[in-house]
């Protein structure tokens, strides 16, 4: 059934979408329509013939050349959804209708409405089609009207019988056409709910993979890149042993680079695999802060400790990530800029409430307004947001720094 709803006629639903499944139904109800009109046309001719009337062979004309006039536009108007087809197959139907109806006096001629006002709904917009049928009621009143001399109470029961015929045949058809208006209606945001679905996924998809790579340079940043500056130290650091002549230094410092450079393995083995980091692999949290701290104080020559307040608590992998990650920032800016003598990594347990991590040193401190923050420190603060956490920097020149991270249990 047609509505009122705009667009060209050639341009149907896109394949797989729930109005292109709507409209396939619809297409594969037609055979029934053919069918049942078929029944209509030769039942109207059995009757016909039956009665044997006067101008029979211009009733049987009548009959046929409606039943051709629907094969030829009828059923393109009907399942092509061809408007212009179908509103000649209408135009034909209705006036050999109405001739029909007045050559033949005993009503024979109704049987056939039983199939032209659904035609009429189903082919044409809501519209047109209401017009169409109230043309055709008026037409037949008309034509029962000529058919001969009538009496007053004869006039009012045809205008009565026209009302009930148009009220029914109105109502009928916009309450069908109002059903299908709306599965057509639900089938098209349906259609839209799938697209914004589709697209939704599809920004989802490319969130993730921003964030993957976030993650990834995040983990390179404080695991890799912070190894290879190790490797680098230590390199420079075995040339002047070598200098020197101090072979147990030189030994010493290869042990480390070969460890760092092991451990760096291990790390990009894990970061690939979205595993825990290496240094929490079979360890507790203050474990691998002790072996942290152990090998910043060997590579630097800094006085380094690890002091744990509280009654450790095991936190979800994520978190221990986080403080883990900030312990490595907050070392390889120590080692790299503070011109520190000593440092301090102090893990609290806070009874009942959020787990901290900070990372002090005696250097030179900074000012953290007065420049731009780095890399490291604006990825500690994005990893501390990500487990609800927050971070926070303390330092002034010449007076040390302190970093600072604290998430919850």
Known sequence: MSTDSTGPADCGPEPGTSAHALDEMWRGQLRWWHWFFAVLLATTVV????????????????????????AVWG???????????GVIYLAAAWVLMLALMALDGTGTAWILTF????????????????????????????????QGPRTGAEL????????IMLALSLTLGLFIDRIVSEADSRARTIDELKRAQEELAAAERAQGVAGERERISRE????????????????????????????????????LIEQTAADNLSEARLIVAEMTPGHLQSRTLSEALQRLVDAVSAESGMAGRLRVDGEPVVLPAN??????????????????HSGATTFEVALSYAPDGPVSLAVSDNGVGFAPGAEARGYGLDGATARAAEVGGRFDVDSAPGEGSRLRVEVPR
Do not use: M
């Open 47 to 70: 009757v016909l013939v039956a009665e044997h009337k006067e101008h029979l062979g211009w009733q049987l004309a009548c009959v046929v050349a409606i039943g051709i006039a629907y």
């Open 75 to 85: 059923r393109r108007g009907l399942g092509e959804r061809q408007e212009r087809a």
């Open 115 to 146: 199939g032209l006002f659904p035609q009429t709904w189903a082919t044409l917009p809501r519209n047109k089609a209401a017009t169409t049928v109230v043309l055709a009621v008026l037409g037949i009143a008309l034509v029962r009207i000529w």
């Open 156 to 163: 009012v029961g045809i205008a009565i019988s026209t009302a």
């Open 220 to 255: 390179i940043h404080d695991t890799l890149a912070q190894g290879f500056t190790s490797v680098v130290t230590l390199a420079r650091a075995t040339e002047l042993a070598l200098d020197r002549g101090d072979l147990a230094a030189v030994r010493e410092r290869l042990r």
């Open 319 to 336: 978190s221990e990530v986080v403080l883990l990650r900030t312990a490595q920032e907050g070392l390889s800016n120590v080692r790299r």
